[in-house]
C-alpha cells in the first residue's frame, strides 16, 4: 500500500528554523503533486506550501518569504524549509500526496512547537 513518512518535526525557538521531508512508498504509479498542511489547534486544516512533481510551487501567504519547498524526484520525497518562525507556527504539519491523477493521502502528522 502507498505510505508517507514524514520527519523534522520538533520544537525550535522564535527566530528559528526548522526542515520537514516527507517520502512516499509503496505502488504510486506517478505522483501528482505533494504537499504540507498544517492544523493549529481549534482551527482548520491549511495548506502551508505545495509542489507539483512538474516543479510548480504554492505558498500560503503566510510563509511566502520564509519558506522553500523541494522535491527529490528520485526519491519521492519532499522537503520544506521554514525560517523565522513564530510561536504562531505551532502546529500540527501533515504531508500530502495527489498520485494516480485523482488518489491522494494524508501522513499522520508531525508536531511543530516554537517556543518563546
Known amino acids: 500500500q502507498v505510505q508517507l513518512a514524514e520527519s523534522g518535526g520538533g520544537l525550535a525557538q522564535t527566530g528559528g528554523s526548522l526542515r520537514l521531508s516527507c517520502t512516499a512508498s509503496?505502488?504510486?504509479?506517478?505522483?501528482?503533486?505533494m504537499g504540507w498542511f498544517r492544523q493549529i489547534t481549534g482551527k482548520q486544516r491549511e495548506l502551508v506550501a505545495s509542489?507539483?512533481?512538474?516543479?510548480?510551487?504554492n505558498y500560503a501567504d503566510f510563509v511566502k518569504g520564509r519558506a522553500t519547498i523541494s522535491k527529490d524526484n528520485a526519491k519521492n520525497t519532499i522537503y520544506l524549509e521554514m525560517n523565522s518562525l513564530t510561536p504562531e507556527d505551532t502546529a500540527v504539519y501533515y504531508c500530502?500526496?495527489?498520485?494516480?491523477?485523482?488518489?491522494?493521502?494524508w501522513g499522520q502528522g508531525t508536531q511543530v512547537t516554537v517556543s518563546t
Open positions: 500530502h500526496l495527489v498520485y494516480r491523477g485523482a488518489r491522494f493521502l
Open positions: 509503496g505502488p504510486i504509479f506517478g505522483i501528482n503533486a
Open positions: 509542489i507539483t512533481w512538474g516543479g510548480i510551487t
